[in-house]
């Protein structure tokens, strides 16, 4: 079968959809900008080479654009069009998915008030992108979330005979290292740093805390460094000093993926400080876990390693109990120094995460697909 999928914006979600479709009885054909086809062929190795790329920027998008990717997917004798990521020129999209046909077309639906609810902005783009929604809501018949906590809501938006269903943002496929906890615990904040997604501070409200107790803590943020904030919060860490804390980051604009998963694996905890309420740039707000999905829970798959996050982060329910919840931060570090006197609770801990990223393996995720989609990935 010939497959399109398109996205210019997240290379980290193509890469799954590429390995549950991208089969011996598919042809590919990858819709993505320059700097995603870079990391995708990073991440994909050998396998790159055995699907077709077709270079879009996103930056670009026009009538003109638009017309060129009809023009390519006609090529490209495209028979189903995963479109991963549509935020903007609704428009657009949903002309050309009329022009390949509805039934025949997946959106992946990342921000879910965003993508359904009229954009609360003024002005002739505005309103043609909320004639975009309105056809994209009453015409697709299938949508994706990455994240099965997004199911609830999505289904809320959906008619009679539309189908929700769930494509992981992240797959598990091998084992990062094992790292016994030893001293110090060693917890990864992942992800590009952005003040709106978590918040930085409590790693250094966490940090006095571990110093007050004598609690030896390693901390690691490895994430892109690409904001005026990061580099404010560089020039805090480097200011910072700590006697039983270290607090480490990667000084990257965006981090290759060894350094990336080298960093995690060398871990005990995946630590969340998450943002529970995330605002739109010139949109509607959103609910982390509710609405929008957290790119941490797929580090936590791809790596099957324990996490820490806050108790109002709602998580898929598969991994709930590969972590812990924490309503304070004093919680968090009660826990933690209940850890360091007694690291044999880890290991259970690590066993449970390993067991249940099982559940995330490839083969895991087409056997719970719909009918429909388990013969396209056979």
Not at 55 to 69: A, L, M, N
Not at 235 to 250: D, F, G, K, L, P
């Amino acid at each position: 079968m010939n497959i399109a999928i398109y996205d210019a914006e997240h290379y980290e979600g193509v890469y799954p959809l590429i390995k549950i479709f991208g089969t011996a009885n598919n042809r590919l054909t990858i819709f993505t900008s320059s700097s995603s086809i870079d990391r995708l062929h990073e991440m994909l190795k050998g396998d790159f080479f055995k699907h077709k790329w077709i270079v879009i920027e996103p930056q670009k998008r026009s009538f003109k654009y638009f017309r060129r990717v009809k023009a390519l997917l006609q090529v490209a004798k495209a028979e189903f069009v995963i479109f991963n990521t549509i935020s903007t020129h609704q428009h657009f999209y949903a002309k050309l998915i009329d022009s390949v046909g509805a039934d025949r077309c997946m959106i992946t639906v990342h921000n879910i008030n965003n993508f359904f609810e009229p954009s609360p902005g003024i002005g002739i783009k505005s309103f043609l992108n909320n004639i975009g929604k309105r056809k994209l809501k009453k015409n697709l018949h299938y949508f994706n979330v990455i994240n099965e906590a997004l199911l609830p809501k999505l289904k809320e938006q959906l008619n009679a005979g539309q189908e929700a269903i769930t494509i992981p943002g992240g797959l598990f496929e091998a084992t990062f290292p094992v790292t016994p906890l030893s001293s110090p615990i060693k917890l990864v904040v992942p992800g590009t740093v952005d003040k709106g997604r978590r918040n930085y501070d409590q790693i250094f409200d966490l940090a006095v805390m571990a110093e007050s107790i004598e609690l030896p803590l390693e901390i690691s943020i490895v994430g892109g460094m690409q904001s005026a904030y990061a580099r404010q919060l560089i020039e805090r860490i480097n200011a910072s000093s700590y006697q039983y804390v270290t607090i480490h980051y990667t000084d990257y604009p965006v981090v290759p993926q060894p350094v990336y998963d080298e960093a995690i694996g060398k871990g005990h905890f995946i630590w969340i400080p998450s943002i529970i309420h995330f605002q739109m740039e010139k949109g509607l707000p959103e609910i982390y876990g509710v609405t929008k999905s957290s790119g941490n829970v797929f580090d936590i798959i791809r790596s099957s390693k324990p996490y820490l996050a806050p108790t109002a982060l709602n998580m898929p329910l598969e991994l709930q109990e590969t972590g812990f919840h924490y309503q304070h931060l004093r919680n968090l570090i009660e826990y933690l120094q209940e850890l360091h006197l007694h690291p044999e609770q880890y290991n259970e801990l690590l066993i449970n995460s390993q067991q249940v990223a099982q559940n995330f393996s490839v083969d895991a995720v087409k056997n719970r697909l719909p009918a429909i989609f388990k013969a396209m990935t056979a």
